[in-house]
């Protein structure tokens, strides 16, 4: 199974600053012919199911703030959040579909 | 719009089965399959499994291989996840979610299934 890691597990940023979250793959997720990163980023607010926020690692979901940001590639990605305001607040997690089975990072805890 | 619908709470002792439904609308039923992925209590999320609404195909995590049924009724555009001899961490919230590609755009609200004696 492809391994996802997180990292930080939690974070606490000030309201209009930049949250920067990690997420490591155990194995390259680029299918060369297609040049695309099979990783997704969701936001999980308490209580909610999660929202879809990027996938191709850097795609934006429909609705999706653009100061959201996604980027990487292989093995290494990150979701940029800048100017954060008070509804970000959530768990975020990346999620690969290179391989089966899918997989999720642990999720990182965004707080203000 | 598109809207993912499970049913409602379940409360199950060990040995028992369970079956989720998810009532799909607002897109082509048959063009998207559909994953189930479950969250233990304070835990992340963990795929179970996804079924084509084309043709039935499915695939699974090894691990619920040989506990987990997947199963769809196109008249009524509803999923179906059936987990059998469930176990105490079994409990979790279960969501169905539309399959895009393999990662999923569109969750339903989630059912709670707790196993307990």
């Known amino acids: 199974d492809i391994v996802m890691t997180q990292s930080p597990h939690s974070l606490a940023v000030s309201l209009g600053e930049r949250a920067t979250i990690n997420c490591k793959s155990s194995q390259s997720v680029l299918f060369s012919i297609s040049n695309r990163n099979y990783l997704a980023w969701y936001q999980q607010k308490p209580g909610q199911a999660p929202k879809l926020l990027f996938y191709w690692a850097s795609t934006r979901a429909s609705g999706v703030p653009d100061r959201f940001s996604g980027s990487g590639s292989g093995a290494n990605f990150t979701l940029t959040i800048s100017g954060l305001q008070t509804e970000d607040v959530a768990v975020y997690y990346c999620?690969?579909?290179?391989?089966?089975?899918?997989?999720f990072g642990q999720g990182t805890r965004l707080e203000i | 719009q598109v809207q993912l619908l499970q049913s409602g709470p379940e409360f199950k002792k060990p040995g028992a089965s369970v079956r989720v439904s998810c009532k799909t609308s607002?897109?082509?039923?048959?063009?998207?399959?559909i994953s189930w992925l479950r969250q233990a209590p304070g835990q992340g999320l963990e795929w179970m499994g996804w079924?084509?609404?084309?043709?039935?195909?499915?695939n699974f995590a090894q691990k619920f291989q040989d506990r987990v049924s997947l199963t769809y009724d196109t008249s009524t555009t509803t999923q179906y996840m059936e987990l059998r001899s469930l176990r105490s961490d079994d409990t979790a919230v279960y969501y169905c979610?539309?399959?895009?590609?393999?990662?999923?755009?569109?969750w339903g609200q989630g059912t709670l299934v707790s196993v307990s004696s």
């Open positions: 607002g897109y082509s039923f048959t063009y998207y399959g």
């Open positions: 979610a539309r399959d895009r590609d393999a990662y999923y755009d569109y």
């Open positions: 999620q690969q579909y290179f391989g089966s089975p899918r997989t």
């Open positions: 079924i084509s609404a084309h043709n039935g195909n499915t």
